[in-house]
């Protein structure tokens, strides 16, 4: 082969070399390119937007519409219902009975709603009643699924071995206000704007002024010849109420009632209520554990009512009430202190009335946790969340003491 068509040859390679690198520099560059187009630096909207039109185009995306099932997995102190209506409340009973903001939802106690168990979007497990034999645990769970720990009793009352249901659950639905769905026995809404004050961990309340009257208070004080009472059947507590109240009848009168006292009022009687407004000063709003945030109806029950409650337990009452609502035990340091604060504003009855002065700005109302468990499912990204309490024994079982403030 002659020099001329070597060289030829050899100059047509490096031209096929030349133009393969000159393209693969262009290749690069044009990928280069097009990642700095597509930049969040650059292209933020542009990548949301594409984000948002696939999944609303994506044939199997569930529409944030769509309703969402939830399993109540066992009875709630033998009540099937829940203390709802019925087995199962659709969309419309959220709406209208429960007055969820969020309603498309699908709440039911029946098992077979949908054809396999793992179809449910959540199950919501009674943890202060022993699993049904029939029925301990899901045989099947599906990677979507949210499994609920639920309970409004205080730890003492859990009925599960919790060391044996860790990852179990996704989400907590207790009385505790870091709960991811918070179940109290009532609200205190602003009556102005109708919006939900407490509990909270921060609310914001107002200042009590500095004179408050009110003229069908300050006639019921006049009538009140009675200092204390308390309804209470459950007598060997953690807290060590029965202690405290015992402790307290050496300095004031304190009528009980039901079985761990001495007087009766039958259980449906209006006078049992009736008499909390016209014959008594303080009702004992004293709770069975000390656990944090644990507040129940003893408490919301008597702000219904033209007394003033005297609060005891583990809770910070100030996420609860208003100030200047309440008089709680344990910031007093002896029982005795408590007793003469208690005469105090009891011979006063400006004083006395002065403790109603929230009645003009807040009312008590109820709200049901599936509502913020509904609202929850259809959040858009919490589908997309990963959520497991390793350890829900010690998140639940740390929140409570045993020995309270005030001296005994």
């Known amino acids: ?39 969040p630096l650059l292209n933020q909207y542009g990548i949301l937007q594409d984000h948002l039109e696939r999944r609303q185009s994506a044939p199997n995306t569930r529409s944030t519409r769509s309703i969402r099932t939830i399993l109540l997995w066992s009875d709630f102190f033998g009540d099937p219902r829940w203390k709802l209506s019925w087995d199962t409340l659709g969309p419309q009973e959220l709406r209208d009975e429960l007055r969820c903001p969020v309603y498309q939802c699908k709440l039911s106690n029946q098992h077979h709603i949908l054809p396999a168990v793992d179809l449910y979007d959540a199950i919501v497990f009674h943890a202060a009643e022993m699993y049904p034999l029939l029925r301990p645990i899901p045989q099947q769970r599906s990677a979507h699924q949210i499994y609920v720990f639920a309970l409004m009793e205080p730890p003492g009352e859990t009925k599960h071995r919790l060391d044996d249901e860790s990852g179990f659950y996704n989400l907590t639905m207790t009385y505790r206000l870091d709960s991811d769905v918070v179940w109290p026995y009532g609200q205190l809404l602003d009556i102005e704007t109708d919006a939900p004050v407490a509990p909270s961990e921060r609310p914001h309340w107002r200042r009590p002024p500095a004179s408050f009257n009110d003229s069908t208070i300050w006639d019921l004080w006049a009538g009140k010849t009675k200092m204390v009472a308390w309804f209470v059947s459950h007598c060997e507590t953690l807290s060590k109420r029965e202690i405290l109240a015992e402790r307290l009848q050496e300095f004031v009168e304190v009528d009980i009632y039901g079985k761990c006292g001495t007087l009766s009022c039958e259980r449906g009687n209006p006078r049992c209520d009736s008499m909390l407004d016209t014959d008594y000063l303080f009702y004992l709003a004293f709770e069975n554990s000390l656990c944090e945030d644990y507040v129940t109806e003893k408490l919301f029950d008597a702000l219904h009512r033209t007394i003033i409650p005297v609060v005891f337990g583990g809770a910070d009452y100030a996420r609860f009430l208003p100030p200047h609502s309440y008089i709680d035990a344990n910031r007093f340091e002896t029982v005795a202190d408590l007793a003469r604060h208690l005469s105090l504003v009891a011979g006063n009855p400006k004083e006395y009335v002065g403790y109603f002065w929230w009645r003009r700005h807040y009312r008590l109302a109820f709200t049901s946790p599936f509502c913020d468990l509904c609202a929850r499912l259809h959040d858009p990204g919490f589908g997309h969340k990963t959520q497991v309490y390793g350890d829900i024994q010690s998140w639940w079982f740390n929140g409570c003491r045993l020995e309270s403030h005030i001296g005994l």
Do not use: D, F, K, Y
């Open 1 to 39: 082969m002659s020099m001329a068509v070597r060289s030829g040859r050899l100059w047509a390679c490096e031209q096929r070399g030349a133009l393969a690198l000159l393209l693969l520099i262009l290749a690069g560059t044009l990928v280069i390119l097009h990642r700095v187009i597509q930049s």
